[in-house]
């Protein structure tokens, strides 16, 4: 009996880019914002680089609320949805070039725990619960240091069908 021989580790890892690139490419707003993603394996950490339109309050300065919750709500829906896509992305099942469908929102709070500096901010998102119909995702934003979060959020979202 002969096993059927292991791909390349590059085929997996371009496949692996291009099924991201599809997913943030699937989503104007990221590119409005700036939104960037770099992945190590199956662990993804959104980059917010800083850009002057961010600035909420001039006289601080600081990035603006809205900007930083919805870095936070599109971290943590692109983590939901990479971890959905993941073992059809391994595989080869899932061809990345063709429509997803992403969660919805069902609620999203936001906890501000200091002001965003002017400069480039960082999140990454923990899927604590996903279910057929139903998912709970934590998100923790940072600039400088790691373990000085200044923003962390909660989100539910409604799954689309797989």
């Known amino acids: 009996m002969t096993r059927p021989k292991p791909e390349p580790v590059q085929v997996v890892k371009q496949r692996r880019d291009a099924a991201l ?8 707003y990221i590119g409005f ?3 960037r993603f770099d992945r190590r394996g199956d662990e993804l950490t959104a980059i917010l680089p800083y850009d ?20 936070l ?6 983590e939901l949805s990479w ?22 929102t069902i609620d999203f709070t936001v906890d501000y725990l200091r002001s965003g500096l002017p400069r480039d901010a960082y999140a990454r998102a923990r899927v604590n619960r996903s ?8 998100v923790e934003g940072w600039q400088d240091n790691r373990s000085r979060l200044f923003v962390q959020a909660t989100g539910h979202f409604l799954m689309p069908e797989r």
Not at 21 to 28: E, I, M, S
Not at 131 to 138: I, T
């Open 21 to 28: 690139n599809a997913l943030v490419a699937g989503v104007p």
């Open 131 to 138: 279910g057929r119909r139903y998912a709970s995702v934590h």
């Open 33 to 35: 914002l700036g939104i």
């Open 52 to 71: 002057e339109k961010l600035i909420g309050n001039p006289f601080l300065p600081a990035l603006h609320g809205g900007a930083t919750a919805a870095f």
């Open 83 to 104: 971890s959905m896509l993941w073992e059809g992305v391994e595989s080869g099942a899932v061809d990345p070039s063709g429509p997803l469908r992403l969660p919805k």
């Open 73 to 78: 709500e599109v971290a943590a829906i692109v």
